[in-house]
């Protein structure tokens, strides 16, 4: 009798049973149509699996550009001609896909084969393309001067194109396989692999260009990547993009609807974290001075492995001011993804259009905090005031001095001896755990050291 294979549970060489959900095959259709499409999400949640279902079930016409896709060559092959290349190369990905006991990721594609291919005419197209792209002169020429019967080679700023960067043959390979006229659908998994900063910004927002694709691609009428780079992704239409998630063997697809969910995939390629581009994680707007150095000495205690920046408005009329200088820097705050990463701090008394005006340049509402009281010093954990003014004290605030039990010290004083007794799991009060606490918590997906 056959053992039974517990679920979710599979012998060593045994393919996994993938499915897509049916909310995620009703997207693929539309996914297939689409004059461009981006596909997001974690390593293993079945964004390749994705692509290559979409190609065999589109047929000869898609063609699939899988990771594995670098090679070198030293001289060019020669053209023969084959009738059959477009079924033969659907065969050959078609049995790689559904044969394979493993992953493999090989591309039925080789840029040597493809630009001995192409027309004459074709690869003058493609070494312009390069030319416009990376600054670099490409040319055919004999391996022997003065001997039509001796190999071709690419020349490429004067040497072999075997001596340049894997970066650009990649492009040069990426660039090939899109102009090849054979296929009108194509499927890049990772467009970005070996490649710069610099060059992916250069590639994208030429493939993204309606202008440059009909001029150079106009046998196109769906593309679709699979990233891990927010360079990728299609900023025009944000509803070209789709998150990607898998539970068990089942994948499932979500369609970026929002600029709050494009916010959120934006920030997940970046790691979410905003460290790596050297900004801080939350950015937190104080009136005063005061309030600027109480709440960062918190943040420091509490969330040691954060980066934030506490910025000191002067004042509740300028925090617009500084908001508005953040829009010029970060971009349109609505479309980015810092808009859930700024939280203005505001006393009870403000001025009466703030909230209104920091709301309209973008800011969520949900990140406005407004104390019930007018002082930070309303915030300061009763054990210090305790310790600082005597037992069961409640403080006074007469307009640059804190009075309790007799007791009083002008703002900044209280501020420094209050900031210097602080230390990680004091407690809070109500008011502060929950407007303050749970809002850092929420934004960082952290809790609070010793809470």
């Not at 056959?2 to 996994?16: A, W």
């Not at 939350?282 to 954060?306: H, K, M, N, T, W």
Request: charged share 25%; hydrophobic share 35%; with cysteine.
């Amino acid at each position: 009798m056959e053992e039974e294979i517990p679920e979710h549970k599979y012998l060593f060489d045994q393919k996994p049973n993938t499915v897509i959900s049916d909310n995620g095959k009703k997207l693929i259709e539309r996914i297939k149509t689409s004059e461009c499409s981006v596909l997001v999400g974690r390593n293993n949640c079945g964004k390749s699996y994705l692509l290559k279902t979409i190609t065999q079930d589109l047929g000869v016409n898609a063609s699939y550009l899988g990771p594995a896709r670098y090679n070198n060559f030293h001289v060019l092959g020669f053209y023969t001609p084959n009738k059959n290349k477009k079924q033969e190369k659907y065969n050959q990905f078609n049995q790689q896909f559904q044969q394979q006991n493993q992953n493999i990721d090989n591309s039925p594609i080789s840029l040597q084969q493809s630009i001995a291919e192409f027309t004459d005419d074709k690869r003058k197209v493609l070494f312009e393309i390069i030319k416009l792209l990376l600054g670099t002169e490409i040319e055919i020429l004999q391996t022997v001067e003065g001997n039509t019967m001796s190999q071709k080679y690419l020349s490429t700023n004067q040497h072999n194109i075997s001596f340049t960067s894997s970066g650009f043959r990649l492009i040069a390979t990426i660039l090939t396989c899109l102009l090849d006229d054979d296929h009108d659908i194509f499927l890049i998994d990772e467009p970005e692999l070996g490649i710069s900063p610099e060059a992916q910004g250069i590639l994208a927002d030429f493939l993204f260009n309606k202008t440059e694709r009909n001029k150079y691609f106009p046998h196109i009428k769906t593309l679709i990547f699979a990233t891990h780079s927010t360079i990728f992704l299609d900023h025009n239409k944000i509803q070209n993009n789709y998150t990607i998630s898998k539970d068990g063997d089942v994948i499932d697809i979500s369609q970026v609807s929002t600029f709050s969910d494009f916010n959120r995939i934006h920030f997940f390629l970046l790691g979410n974290r905003f460290e790596t581009l050297y900004l801080p994680s939350v950015i937190l707007l104080c009136e005063g001075i005061s309030d600027q150095q109480f709440i960062a000495r918190i943040l420091e205690l509490e969330y040691p492995d954060v980066q934030f920046s506490v910025i000191n408005s002067n004042s509740d009329s300028r925090m617009k001011d500084i908001v508005n200088v953040a829009g010029s820097i970060l971009g349109d705050i609505q479309r980015s993804p810092y808009r859930e990463r700024i939280i203005p701090i505001l006393d009870k008394v403000h001025g009466g259009d703030v909230v209104n005006k920091i709301e309209t340049l973008g800011i969520s509402k949900d990140n406005i905090i407004v104390w019930e009281n007018n002082g930070i010093e309303y915030c300061y954990p009763q054990s210090i005031l305790n310790e600082i003014f005597g037992e069961g004290c409640k403080i006074l605030i007469q307009g640059d001095n804190i009075t309790a039990n007799g007791i009083s010290y002008k703002k900044a004083i209280l501020a420094e001896m209050v900031t210097n007794k602080l230390k990680s799991g004091l407690q809070y009060s109500k008011e502060f755990n929950s407007k303050f606490f749970e809002l850092i918590n929420k934004i960082t997906g952290l809790k609070r050291r010793n809470n």
